[in-house]
């Protein structure tokens, strides 16, 4: 009996999770229809002022690897045009994407 490798193990969860937890779809530089995780993240700016920093989970094999800071974003659910504040891998093939107004 040979057992798949770890990677294809990890690759077919996370497509699993995505496909059932997705609420929104967004289009992330030039790639469109990507299917990802969406939310509002509360931030407290300098223990002064309260505030939220849009955020979206996205698998690493959906979005380009040049995806950087200042790409732009669209998303289904929200009208707001975002760009790319900032990029947090977590080696495991799941990419948190900061968002900022555009």
Do not use: C, W
């Not at 770890?6 to 289009?27: G, H, P, W």
């Not at 790409?71 to 707001?80: E, K, N, S």
């Not at 760009?83 to 799941?94: K, L």
């Amino acid at each position: 009996m040979t057992t798949a490798p770890f990677s294809a193990i990890e690759q077919r969860m996370n497509a699993a999770i995505f496909a059932r937890l997705s609420n929104a779809v967004a289009t992330i530089g030039l790639a469109t229809g990507v299917a990802v995780i969406y939310e509002k993240n509360y931030a407290n700016l300098l223990n002064m002022v309260d505030s939220y920093k849009p955020a979206i989970h996205v698998l690493d094999s959906a979005i380009q690897a040049g995806t950087k800071k200042g790409t732009a974003v669209t998303l289904d659910i929200d009208v707001t045009p975002y760009v790319v504040a900032d990029r947090q891998a977590d080696g495991e093939g799941i990419t948190i994407l900061i968002l900022e107004k555009a």
